[in-house]
């Protein structure tokens, strides 16, 4: 384990950005492991929000009063700070979306319907989430196309021989997240990229568990589509991207119809749909919300994202060494590479029971199947409890939050 006086990372400065750390949940300090379900905002993003609101809040684009300009401005300002975030070609592969699930449902709605017929086969892991799933079976009913599950090994490993031998010359379209949301399994994407780029098929990472815990760059990784959500990156809630390669996009119909999306409508002529990106983001957006987001991105990028990721992996090693000396207790996926999640079930103790009464001694952990119900099938159980970490978090809190699970423990056996 890397010691932790060689992680350069102030600590304290860090948690005295997130003004929540501070309250208190039933007498208790608040010890908050729920990060893979939304992480904390600094006072950076609530600053940001509260500006918005206060000095130029308008509705963008086509406006010619000042406010509008200075919204306007923001708002596309953010594109470029995810497109280099992501080291993404051009700021016009960004499309803005509310998150992750909405810029799946995208490329299923638009992509999908243009480029997928009966017969043809959509690859998906195991381990993904609903949202990276549902889509694709609701186009399986609708269009007669086949869906191919990539398997997991006990340790929640990804079988890249299984993955390889299901792709060939009817495989579309691969669909597999950078990180699992259950398992905190880090997925090889490149290579899965370079696998069904050789067979002529386009792939879609769902990157909502990776961009808040390491760096990302989607031309090194080759991606197709990459998606993720704001409030998992420090950012609010109701903003995200979707970053498609630009030829992509271009040959994409619009998924939404409506405002901003065109660039002339008429009864006799029909509608001409605007640029890449703009066709894909009908409608007034959550302007205040990606604003927001990029002032994340900006406190991300002053931290350093690879100070953040390792300072996670050091408080994953230590939390995971600490958990397993609790009796009876089974982490659920135990990858060689793994980010800050920590999937568990005990011997008689249901998940729900030790949630709700953890939270009575102030630790919020996640309890249930995670939105990820197949992977936790193949693995026997049908939920789980989630210990998820963010860079904030304190080796004292994971100690805290262990002795905390003990005591539960001591309760209900």
């Known amino acids: 384990m890397t010691a932790i006086t060689d992680l350069t990372l102030d600590l304290a400065a860090v948690r005295r950005d997130f003004p929540i750390l501070d309250r208190e949940v039933h007498g208790q300090p608040l010890i908050y492991l729920d990060n893979a379900a939304t992480s904390q905002t600094p006072v950076a993003v609530i600053d940001s929000l509260s500006d918005y609101y206060r000095r130029y809040n308008a509705n963008i684009h086509r406006g010619l009063h000042t406010l509008a300009d200075e919204a306007t401005a923001a708002f596309e300002g953010v594109r470029s700070k995810v497109q280099r975030h992501l080291n993404a070609f051009e700021p016009r592969e960004i499309v803005f979306t509310r998150g992750t699930t909405e810029a799946i449902n995208l490329v299923a709605n638009s992509w999908g319907r243009a480029n997928l017929k009966a017969g043809d086969e959509v690859v998906v892991s195991l381990m993904e989430h609903h949202s990276n799933i549902v889509p694709w079976q609701l186009l399986e009913r609708e269009l007669g196309i086949a869906i191919k599950v990539i398997p997991v090994d006990a340790r929640g490993v990804l079988d890249q021989d299984a993955y390889r ?123 205040a919300d990606v604003i927001a987001m990029g002032a994340a991105l900006d406190w991300v990028n002053a931290l350093g994202i690879e100070r953040l990721s390792a300072w996670e992996q050091w408080l994953l090693d230590h939390a995971t060494q600490e958990l397993e000396q609790v009796d009876g207790l089974r982490i659920i ?17 249901h998940s729900q029971d030790i949630g709700l009464l953890i939270d009575q001694l102030g630790v919020a952990i996640r309890t249930g199947h995670h939105c990820a119900q197949p992977v936790l099938n193949h693995f026997g159980v049908e939920a789980t409890c989630r210990a998820s970490l963010a860079v904030y978090n304190t080796p004292e809190e994971v100690d805290a939050f262990v002795e905390a699970l003990r005591r539960v423990l001591g309760m209900l056996r």
């Not at 996926?333 to 103790?349: E, L, Y």
């Open 165 to 287: 031998g299901m792709l060939g010359e009817r495989t579309k379209l691969v669909c597999v997240n950078h990180i699992s949301n259950a398992l905190g399994t880090i997925n090889p994407i490149a290579e899965m990229a370079r696998d069904a780029h050789a067979c002529g098929a386009r792939i879609l990472v769902d990157g909502a568990q990776a961009v808040p815990h390491q760096a990302v760059d989607v031309q090194a990784l080759d991606a197709d589509f990459y998606a993720f959500s704001g409030h998992k990156v420090y950012g609010p809630m109701g903003a995200g991207a979707l970053y498609g390669k630009a030829s992509l996009l271009e040959s994409m119909p619009p998924w939404q119809g409506g405002g901003e999306m065109i660039s002339r409508v008429s009864f006799e002529r029909g509608t001409e749909f605007a640029a890449v990106p703009h066709r894909f983001e009908a409608g007034t957006p959550s302007v």
């Open 333 to 349: 996926g135990t990858a060689p590479q793994k980010a800050g999640v920590i999937s568990f079930v005990v011997d008689g103790a």
